[in-house]
Each structure stands twice: as C-alpha cells, then as structure tokens.
C-alpha cells in the first residue's frame, strides 16, 4: 500500500516537473502545449519556434518524463546513429560494423542523416530527448548544437552517447577514432620519399576536425622532410568528387604544378584523376595522386589508389560496443585509437628530378 510520503514525493514530483516545463515555456515564448508538441512532434512546429524551444531545454536542463522513464525502466532497444552525410560512402563500412555489433546484442538502429540542416539536427536531439532511443552514436563531429555547451551537452541531453570516426573536442563522452595527424603525415613523408618535392593538398570542409587534423599532419610530413610548403599548392575541397575535379581543371590550366597531390579523402583523389586525365596529364607518369580512406572503389580506380587504410567496420564495431557498455552500467574506455595503413598503388611513383640548368638541357 502507497503510503502518503510516497504519494507526497510523486505529487512534489509532478509539480516540478510542470514548473520545468512551464520555464522552457516562458523563456521561449510559447505555451507548455508547443513545448510538448516541439519535442515530440518537432515536424509539427516551425523552425524557428523549434529552435527557441530547444533553446529554453538547453538553458533550463529540462528533460520530459518519457525520457526519465526509458532511463529507468522502458528500454526501446533501438540506438540513433547520426551522420553528417548519408551519401558519403566512407560511412558503408562503419554502418555496417555498427548494426552487426547491435544486432548481436538485441538492439536496432536508426539512421539520422544531418545534411547540414539545422532543423534535422534538432529535431532528432528532440527525439533522443523524448526517450525514443537507448542511446546516441555521433558521427558527425560534434554534440547537438541546441544543448549547449560540450561539457554540459551529455547530462542534459539525458541519453548515453558515444562519439566515432570524428572526434568531439571538450565532450566528456567516449570517443572511437583514428590518429589523422599521424596517418596524413606518414603519407605526406611517403611522397616524399619517393622524390617528389614540390607536395599539393587538397583540402576536406574548412572547420572539419578531420580536415583540421590531416591537414596540420600533411604539414609535419612536409617539415619532417625538408620540403617546402608553398600555400599556392592547397586547394579547398569538400569531400566530394567534384571538388577534386575542379582543383585538375585548374591545375591543367596552371603554369605551375606539384608533382605529387595528397587529397583528404578518396572521393576528391578519383575526382582529381579523372580531370587530370580527360585533360592529358597522367597519373602518376605526370602527377603522383594520392588519397585518404580506403573506400571500395579506391582499389579499382584507374590508376589504383595509393591511400591511408581506416579501419571502417571496427570503427563501427567499437563504437557500438563502447556504447552497449554505457547501457549496461559500465564505463567503456574514455578514448580508443586504432591503426591505420599506407596502401601503395599504382597511382603513385618515383619522381626523377630534372637539372634544366645544365648545358643541352
């Protein structure tokens, strides 16, 4: 029989829980029903009301009820994996990691592909918030910008989270990735060895954490080797195959060119030797391409692609036992490192330096 301080504690329960819910009301200018209605049905709102409600979540720490339950007791068995670009084909491998290491604990996934938007984003913070998930696997490279600040971002979001292939900087979740910098320079001194001095970059998404970390390795790579770094050989570059395409356009244009171009993912590298190609520059006979990834279609290129092997599907596979550890109660390691590996192909070779300063040259 539930005594009256049983009754006391849930009555006082309830009260707090619809004074929370009438502050995120207040701050955000809008009635307690839009705040249930933005978080559970965020479709139904507009955008902007939306991102004022989630706002006012963030600056008070509410959490609704349906998320206190599912942490209690009510699992879903169901994890969200966001993704920053579901066209990217870097991620096949790593999806596929993840969903065998969930499936052989009981558990399914739901794929969230950010695509930029701001509304996606949050709308599926709001669907972790409203206990629809067990858990939240980040790929994106960053937590749920309508939650505040990283180090607050976890405890208000409510829901376990874990953080692979891109690192979140000053979030105190798991995090599962490779050491770019490491890998991007060991390619980098790779060139290099090969003879080539004069290196070009093409660069990922200016602000990428990936980005950020290969490109400062492509620098080591260049000191560690006596080259020269000459800022008219970097590129800007977005991941995507076009982007590569139009650094060769330029480059067949261009009174000056590198020997040797490393490319921060595949997709840019392929889309680089393609327009060096339709243009008459081959490679490697004239420019020496390489890449960074490992995709499937890396291997079948023409020519093959020299690149840095990432470990796709047990990225996945780690990430996904790291957060089935959080679900069970238990700390997963706070941050995991795997291997890399430099797969030489065809689309690189040895440079043979020109002395034109030699009579008959």
């Given at each position: 029989?539930?005594?009256?301080?049983?009754?006391?504690?849930?009555?006082?329960?309830?009260?707090?829980?619809?004074?929370?819910?009438?502050?995120?009301?207040?701050?955000?200018?809008?009635?307690t029903?839009?705040v249930?209605?933005?978080l559970?049905?965020?479709d139904?709102?507009?955008?902007?009301?939306?991102?004022r409600?989630?706002?006012?979540?963030?600056k008070?720490?509410?959490?609704?009820?349906?998320a206190?339950?599912s942490?209690?007791?009510?699992?879903?068995?169901?994890?969200?994996?966001?993704?920053?670009?579901?066209?990217?084909i870097?991620?096949?491998?790593v999806?596929r990691?993840?969903?065998?290491?969930?499936f052989?604990?009981?558990?399914?996934?739901?794929?969230?592909?950010?695509?930029?938007?701001?509304?996606?984003?949050?709308r599926?913070?709001?669907?972790a918030?409203?206990?629809?998930?067990d858990?939240?696997l980040?790929?994106n490279?960053?937590?749920?910008r309508?939650?505040?600040?990283?180090?607050q971002?976890?405890?208000?979001?409510?829901?376990?989270?874990?953080?692979?292939?891109?690192a979140?900087?000053?979030?105190?979740i798991?995090?599962?990735?490779v050491?770019n910098?490491?890998a991007?320079?060991r390619m980098?001194?790779?060139?290099?060895?090969?003879g080539?001095?004069?290196?070009?970059?093409?660069?990922g998404?200016?602000?990428?954490?990936?980005?950020k970390?290969?490109?400062?390795g492509?620098?080591?790579?260049?000191?560690?080797?006596?080259?020269?770094?000459?800022p008219?050989?970097?590129w800007?570059?977005?991941?995507?195959?076009?982007s590569?395409?139009l650094?060769?356009?330029?480059l067949?244009?261009?009174?000056?060119?590198p020997?040797?171009v490393?490319?921060s993912?595949?997709?840019?590298?392929?889309?680089?030797?393609?327009?060096?190609?339709?243009?008459?520059?081959?490679?490697?006979?004239?420019?020496?391409?390489?890449?960074?990834?490992?995709?499937?279609?890396?291997?079948?290129?023409?020519?093959?692609l020299?690149?840095i092997?990432?470990?796709?599907?047990?990225?996945?596979?780690?990430?996904?036992?790291?957060?089935?550890?959080?679900?069970?109660?238990?700390q997963?390691?706070?941050?995991?490192?795997l291997?890399?590996?430099?797969?030489?192909?065809?689309?690189?070779?040895?440079?043979?330096?020109?002395?034109?300063t030699?009579?008959?040259?």
């Amino acid at each position: 029989m539930q005594s009256i301080f049983d009754k006391r504690r849930q009555a006082g329960r309830r009260h707090q829980g619809a004074a929370r819910i009438k502050e995120v009301a207040r701050l955000a200018s809008v009635s307690t029903a839009t705040v249930s209605r933005a978080l559970a049905t965020p479709d139904q709102v507009s955008p902007e009301t939306r991102a004022r409600v989630m706002d006012a979540v963030a600056k008070v720490g509410y959490v609704p009820n349906p998320a206190a339950r599912s942490l209690r007791s009510q699992k879903t068995h169901m994890v969200l994996v966001v993704l920053p670009d579901l066209g990217n084909i870097f991620f096949s491998q790593v999806l596929r990691g993840i969903e065998e290491e969930l499936f052989a604990a009981g558990f399914g996934m739901i794929i969230g592909n950010l695509d930029g938007s701001p509304e996606k984003e949050a709308r599926f913070a709001a669907f972790a918030m409203t206990g629809q998930v067990d858990g939240v696997l980040l790929l994106n490279g960053h937590l749920f910008r309508q939650l505040g600040e990283p180090s607050q971002s976890p405890s208000r979001l409510g829901v376990p989270m874990v953080a692979l292939c891109e690192a979140i900087e000053e979030a105190d979740i798991p995090q599962i990735e490779v050491d770019n910098r490491e890998a991007a320079c060991r390619m980098t001194r790779y060139l290099a060895g090969l003879g080539h001095r004069d290196i070009g970059y093409i660069c990922g998404p200016a602000g990428n954490v990936l980005e950020k970390e290969r490109f400062r390795g492509y620098r080591d790579g260049l000191a560690e080797t006596g080259s020269m770094f000459d800022p008219s050989f970097v590129w800007a570059g977005d991941y995507r195959l076009e982007s590569g395409a139009l650094v060769g356009q330029q480059l067949l244009v261009s009174a000056r060119r590198p020997t040797a171009v490393f490319c921060s993912n595949d997709e840019m590298a392929m889309g680089l030797i393609r327009a060096l190609a339709s243009g008459g520059l081959g490679v490697p006979e004239d420019i020496s391409v390489a890449g960074f990834d490992d995709i499937e279609f890396a291997e079948m290129a023409s020519p093959a692609l020299t690149t840095i092997r990432q470990p796709r599907r047990e990225l996945g596979r780690q990430g996904a036992a790291a957060l089935l550890e959080l679900l069970h109660g238990r700390q997963p390691a706070p941050r995991i490192r795997l291997e890399t590996e430099l797969v030489e192909r065809a689309s690189t070779a040895r440079h043979v330096h020109v002395d034109r300063t030699r009579s008959g040259a």
